[in-house]
């Protein structure tokens, strides 16, 4: 296939030995060529052979040297899926696709859950690579779209209403037993 450069965001790191560690862990790593590490930026940046290693080894040896990889996870409705095949098609797909470090499709849920790298794709990317698969990522415009988010919104609001109701009922029902306490009170 060729060689690939990652641009990596990383967190967690604090000084100069910080960057030589990674950039040691990184070049460690079967098929990494090029290592650079910027601690003002917090990225590594890394040229490796993709016959040798791929995203994920990179994404590993990172955390495995004590860091975390700055990464994003993403839930997208997925509409033409019928069996089995198509999960695994979409999964496949994913997987390869540049900044992919994993990717799980739910057939029962028709929802597709992407963890990326945005320094190399965003959700927009994804959708074009799940659209050249051959399926339809219907247009979400923002997360209250979600119905499990809608749902518990509802939920939360439903709560909220009957806690404050019942702070007024029991203020109400203290002050009413107690009538020395309030001398007003008829």
């Not at 650079?36 to 995203?55: F, I, K, P, Q």
């Not at 698969?133 to 209250?144: F, H, K, N, S, W």
Request: charged share 20%; proline share 5%.
């Amino acid at each position: 296939m060729g060689h690939k450069t990652v641009d990596v965001g990383v967190r967690g790191m604090t000084c100069a030995s910080c960057v030589a560690s990674l950039e040691a862990a990184l070049g460690r790593v079967p098929g990494a060529e090029r290592v650079s590490v910027n601690l003002a930026t917090e990225r590594a940046t890394v040229t490796y052979d993709t016959d040798l290693t791929n995203l994920p080894a990179l994404a590993q040896a990172i955390e495995d040297a004590g860091y975390q990889v700055r990464t994003e996870t993403v839930t997208l409705p997925i509409r033409g899926m019928t069996c089995a095949a198509c999960v695994n098609t979409l999964e496949r797909g994913l997987r390869k696709a540049s900044g992919v470090l994993s990717a799980t499709v739910n057939l029962a849920t028709a929802r597709g859950t992407v963890t990326y790298l945005p320094s190399v794709i965003d959700p927009k990317g994804l959708r074009a690579v799940i659209e050249d698969l051959g399926y339809e990522v219907p247009e979400v415009t923002g997360p209250a779209e979600d119905v499990e988010q809608r749902a518990r919104a509802q939920e939360m609001a439903a709560l909220r209403h009957k806690f404050v109701v019942g702070v007024i009922l029991s203020g109400l029902v203290m002050i009413g037993s107690m009538p020395e306490l309030v001398p007003w009170w008829p």
